[in-house]
T-cell receptor, first 114, second 110 residues
Framework: NAGVTQTPKFQVLKTGQSMTLQCAQD?????MSWYRQDPGMGLRLIHY???????DQGEVPNGYNVSRSTTEDFPLRLLSAAPSQTSVYFC?????????????FGPGTRLTVL | RKEVEQDPGPFNVPEGATVAFNCTYS??????FFWYRQDCRKEPKLLMS???SGNEDGRFTAQLNRASQYISLLIRDSKLSDSATYLC???????????FGPGTRLSVLP
């Protein structure tokens, strides 16, 4: 199993550009989520999904869209990039609804918005 | 007040030392508790779940005090390879909405 994969690893955007961060998992996990990590702030939840066709907002959803058309894929779209979105983005998945389920993280995407 | 707070760190300790990390959480409805480890420029990985009765995994011991809303992690006989940032994580029902603390960085020195 590849686990959770993310592409690209690095990206530089100009203000106002749009892009999609890709996330895929091959573990048949129902639950997937996107976080951003900024220095001193910890990981903050952007959006999450409890299954195909179902998404919901996390703590910091503004400026981001998600969709979940398949169990495997959970892309994150930046609609109009802003310098405040410069961050490291992690995608994670876990097996399901048990509150003790481990989250498995992808390697992250380092995004810089100029 | 942040939902999950941790010792600010960094902690610099010699090999073989015992080090303890503290974490407090504000949401009394939190159901699940974890410690994750994050190496520099890498993704977080689960170190251990924290159970109400406390639990141990080799050199690592985790404790939970629900009344005080406090979680701890004790590392005994520190190794160089323990150098990392340790993240305290809490979640509500159904494992959704995991909330991460800011992390405490540990450097184990030779």
């Amino acid at each position: 199993n590849a686990g959770v994969t993310q592409t690209p690893k690095f990206q530089v955007l100009k203000t106002g550009q749009s892009m999609t961060l890709q996330c895929a998992q091959d573990m048949n996990h129902e639950y997937m989520s996107w976080y951003r990590q900024d220095p001193g702030m910890g990981l903050r939840l952007i959006h999450y999904s409890v299954g195909a066709g179902i998404t919901d907002q996390g703590e910091v959803p503004n400026g981001y869209n998600v969709s979940r058309s398949t169990t495997e894929d959970f892309p994150l779209r930046l609609l109009s990039a802003a310098p405040s979105q410069t961050s490291v983005y992690f995608c994670a998945s876990s097996p399901g609804s048990s509150s003790y389920n481990e989250q498995f993280f992808g390697p992250g995407t380092r995004l810089t918005v100029l | 007040r942040k939902e999950v707070e941790q010792d600010p760190g960094p902690f610099n300790v010699p090999e073989g030392a015992t080090v303890a990390f503290n974490c407090t959480y504000s949401n009394s409805a939190s159901q699940s508790f974890f410690w994750y480890r994050q190496d520099c420029r890498k993704e977080p990985k689960l170190l251990m779940s924290v159970y109400s009765s406390g639990n141990e995994d080799g050199r690592f011991t985790a404790q939970l005090n629900r009344a005080s809303q406090y979680i701890s992690l004790l590392i005994r006989d520190s190794k160089l390879s323990d150098s990392a940032t340790y993240l305290c994580v809490v979640s509500g029902n159904y494992g959704q909405n995991f909330v991460f603390g800011p992390g405490t960085r540990l450097s184990v020195l030779p």
